[in-house]
């Protein structure tokens, strides 16, 4: 299967760059998606094509972004997040200090953007 990350990654003792395509055992399968990695080209044994699964997801994005001003109170209408590696240092802390996201003594950009990510996720 295909795979690439959005950080820095070790594989069968390699430094793999961030985003950079690389071939996987089928059977990491589990463990590379545990560790964050975006599947390219899915294992054999996977019943759906993985870009079918990924065009669902975004066409049900679509659909709840859509609905914006329409939805009811409770549902999740926030505006989608930015592309974190696309951004500035200083657009990342902005960005976390509006969130009330912890970044002190971070100053790498992949450890900000961890921080950021988790604290999404945390629902901080």
């Known amino acids: 299967m295909k795979v690439l ?9 390699i430094f793999r760059a961030p985003h950079t395509p690389f071939e996987a055992d089928d059977s990491d399968y589990d463990m590379l998606v545990k ?6 080209e899915g294992p054999k044994w996977c019943e759906e094509p993985v870009n079918s699964l990924i065009k669902d997801e975004q066409e049900n994005e679509d659909e709840q972004n859509n609905k914006g001003e329409q939805g009811t109170k409770g ?14 240092i200083s657009e990342l802390r902005a960005y976390a200090k509006e969130r009330n996201i912890n970044l002190a003594g971070l100053e790498r950009k992949v450890d900000i953007i ?3 990510r ?7």
């Open 5 to 13: 990350f959005n950080h820095i990654v070790k594989y069968n003792g």
């Open 35 to 40: 560790e964050g990695a975006v599947i390219l």
């Open 75 to 88: 549902e999740n209408n926030s505006p989608k997040v930015p592309d974190l590696y696309n951004m500035k």
């Open 114 to 116: 961890e921080a950021i």
């Open 118 to 124: 988790e604290g999404l996720m945390s629902g901080n």
